[in-house]
C-alpha cells in the first residue's frame, strides 16, 4: 500500500501544467475598392497641338489654342463611386502651374486644365464620380502650349504628365 500512495503521490505532481497569461492576437486590413480600367489599354494618351509661329508667343502670356481631350476609365466596379486623378510631371520652371517643355522650342510650358478652367499643375487633383449606369469616369481635359516669358524660338513642343488614380 505503501507503494502505491507514494506512486499517486509522484504522478499528481507531474500532471499539474503551469499557464501564461492569455494574450489577444489583433489582426488588421483594409478593403479598397477595386480598380477602373483605363479606356486606352495603358498606352499613352496622345494630345496633338496646333502648329504655332513663332511670333504668335512673342509676348508673356501667349498661347496657343486649347486642344479637349477625354481621359477615360472604364469597367469601374459598381460599388466604386467616385475616381481622382492625381498629376504629376516635371514643372515648368517660369511657372510651376505648367508643365516643362522638353522638346527644342524655348521659353514656351505645357499647360493643362479641366475643361471648366482649373489648372492641373503637377501635384493637382481632380475628382469626377464614377456614372452608376455605365460604371465609367470620363475627365474632360484640355491643353496648350503658353509662355510665361514670351520671346519664343521655333522647336518642338513636348510634355509628359502621368495621371495616377485612387477610388472610392
Known amino acids: 500500500m505503501k507503494t502505491s500512495s507514494l506512486a499517486l503521490v509522484i504522478f499528481t505532481g507531474l500532471s499539474q501544467s503551469s499557464f501564461a497569461d492569455p494574450t489577444q492576437i489583433n489582426i488588421n486590413g483594409t478593403v479598397v475598392a477595386s480598380a ?11 494630345v496633338t ?7 504668335s508667343l512673342a509676348t508673356a502670356g501667349e498661347s496657343g489654342e486649347w ?14 463611386t467616385v475616381s481622382t486623378a492625381t498629376f504629376a510631371g516635371t514643372p515648368a520652371t517660369a511657372n510651376a502651374n505648367m508643365y516643362a517643355n522638353t522638346g527644342t522650342a524655348t521659353n514656351v510650358e505645357v499647360e493643362l486644365q479641366n475643361t471648366a478652367g482649373t489648372q492641373l499643375g ?14 465609367e469616369v470620363v475627365y474632360p481635359l484640355q491643353a496648350r502650349a503658353y509662355t510665361t ?7 518642338s513642343i513636348v510634355g509628359s504628365v502621368q495621371a495616377t488614380f485612387t477610388y472610392q
Open 122 to 135: 503637377n501635384g493637382a487633383t481632380y475628382a469626377v464620380n464614377v456614372d452608376a449606369s455605365t460604371h
Open 149 to 155: 516669358a514670351g520671346s519664343v524660338t521655333p522647336g
Open 49 to 55: 497641338l496646333d502648329t504655332l509661329e513663332a511670333k
Open 36 to 46: 477602373c480600367t483605363v479606356e486606352n489599354d495603358g498606352s499613352p494618351v496622345q
Open 67 to 80: 486642344k479637349t481631350f477625354d481621359l477615360k476609365l472604364i469597367n469601374c466596379p459598381a460599388t466604386t
